[in-house]
């Protein structure tokens, strides 16, 4: 199994708040349909500064779809045709990828990446059919996760308007599912009451068998009702979700499923490859690179949905292969599972100060190099922005042969002013290619550099220990990462994985000076120490200023050995990689 601590830029949500302002894609000013028999079907046209082109079917998924009808006033995607279903289009075929969540209101919204796409023909254009306009009758599900749950609404005499009911059950959301294609109905609910809407009302009292083909056919002319009227809900099958979560990208993460509403979890009991390929394949992001576990990418809250999950690897969707009940599990939130895949993408320069040096990729769970041929001045700039060395950079031009024994994933890399985001850049495609001429590397030097930490004296070294002298990081690249270590009793020591979670690692990176936990790691994950296991079953809040001050036993018990011994990444220690922006981590079947 491949170790890929090194290099995993595990950023919370909290970090990613700010990327979409320089992620979208400005250039994109205009979509349509074209050569469908009905105005909400064809193949998919896009404009970009004047030129209208098309998108490669093979890039192009229902999540993209459903925010183009929306857009285009269409309704929802009742599906998307193979390439080239409404003929050959004219013109360039772009190499974008769309990201969408499916909730944004246009696809200029959507994060976008063109780097390494493969070269794709107008056989395979890209094509949608949609629901259509809305009409007397229409239905839609608003305020849930996705178009397949959420407040039930009715469009009629041209308006949208809110369905009210007092006995509102399991038939009528049935009906619900079904006129919106949304598989089967898993919840009937009446809305909260804070979240009960003010607008106008379209139906008020309605019963259904549970067989018909749309709600308009259920009764609607009941007497004087005896309850009381309120905003009614639906959670159809369709809403079903699978994200990767607290992970540098779209593309790895803790797996969370939506299921009846809420995110939870799945356990790693059981968790394997076969398994991880399910996941990655329904997220279109390749395969499977590592099957984690033990809440690798931190711990996650609410349910836990799924335990005991065995994938075959071909099903379609997570919840598809064979697993306990949902819901059911011997689980805690330590064992929550995760995935990395094989398109999980990041970016690094490789000096030691992260913002000058070789430029890298890491992709299909391998660093390679970017070539230089044809590589654009404006290349320079948005990798020194993706990496926060400031807003500019020259590349370091050698003119002199020097042999190496290199690798590169990519070549031809051209950047444009209207790219925002090296990540959307076009250039060759994927291929991991050697090299033998130091001059085929691209090497680049920012003009700001990352904020330096202020060394201080070793402990052993120091007549009085402060906090920050009575913690190390052992075995990782700069004491942001590695094996705790504590200093007591004129020794340093190990801590003991027992009970060891995000709280603890939190207080382990703010004592190492090294911001917010990433990720807290047991069974040795950089290796067994020597000497002393000074704490086991520490207990933090998560505010204490140092371990020391947590709660926690002594471990001179023997209850632990090296093989425990409990480990952090902080954030500090991977702000030398960078990674493409996030889909938004879901994908709906």
Known sequence: MLSLWPLLRLLREREHKS?????????????????GSMACMGRVEVEVQGTWGTLCASRWDLLDAHVLCHHLGCGFAVSVPEGGHFGRGTGPVWSDS?????????????????????????????????????????????????????????????????????????????????????GEAE????????????????????????????????NTSLPEATG???DVGAVCQGSRQVRLVDGAGRCAGRVEIYYRGQWGTVCDDAWDTADANVVCRQLSCGWAVEAAGSARFGEGSGHIWLDGVNCSGDETALWNCSAEAWGQHDCGHKEDAGVVCSEFMALRLENS???????????NGTWGSVGSNSMTPHTAKLVCKELGCGDGGTREISIFYGRV????????????????????????PWELQSYDDVRDETNITCNGRKPERTPVAACPNSTSCTDREKIRAVGGKD????????????????????????????VACRQLGCGPAVSALAEAAFGEGTGPIWLEQVECRGTEPSLQACWARTGDGGACRHKEDAAVNCLAASSMTASPPQRGNMSSH
């Open 353 to 363: 100060d992260g913002c000058s040096g070789r430029l890298q990729v890491f992709y």
């Open 98 to 182: 769309f990201h969408c969540k499916g909730t944004e209101t246009s696809l200029d919204q959507c994060p976008v990446t063109a780097l390494g796409a493969s070269p794709c023909s107008h056989e395979n254009d890209a094509a949608v059919i949609c629901s259509g306009l809305p009409h007397n009758a229409s239905l839609r599900l608003v305020g849930g996760g996705s178009r397949c749950d959420g407040h039930v609404e009715i469009f009629q005499r041209g308006t949208w308007g809110r369905v009210l009911d007092d006995q509102w059950d399991m038939e009528d959301a049935s009906v619900v599912c079904r006129q919106l294609r949304c």
């Open 228 to 230: 009381i009227m309120e």
């Open 479 to 506: 004491g942001c990462s590695g094996r705790v270590e504590v200093w007591h009793r004129g020794s340093w020591g190990t801590v003991c994985d027992d009970s060891w979670d995000m709280q603890d690692a939190e």
């Open 187 to 218: 919840a009937a609910y009446t809305v909260p009451r804070a979240e009960r809407g003010t607008g106008p009302v379209g139906l008020r009292g309605v019963r259904c068998a549970g067989h018909e083909a749309s709600l308009s056919l259920c």
């Open 19 to 35: 990327l979409p302002s320089i992620l979208l894609c400005p250039q994109f000013t205009g979509f349509r349909l074209v050569n």
């Open 405 to 428: 024994n290199g690798t590169a994933w990519l070549d031809h890399v051209q950047c444009g002013e209207s790219n925002s985001s090296f990540w959307q850049c076009p250039s060759d």
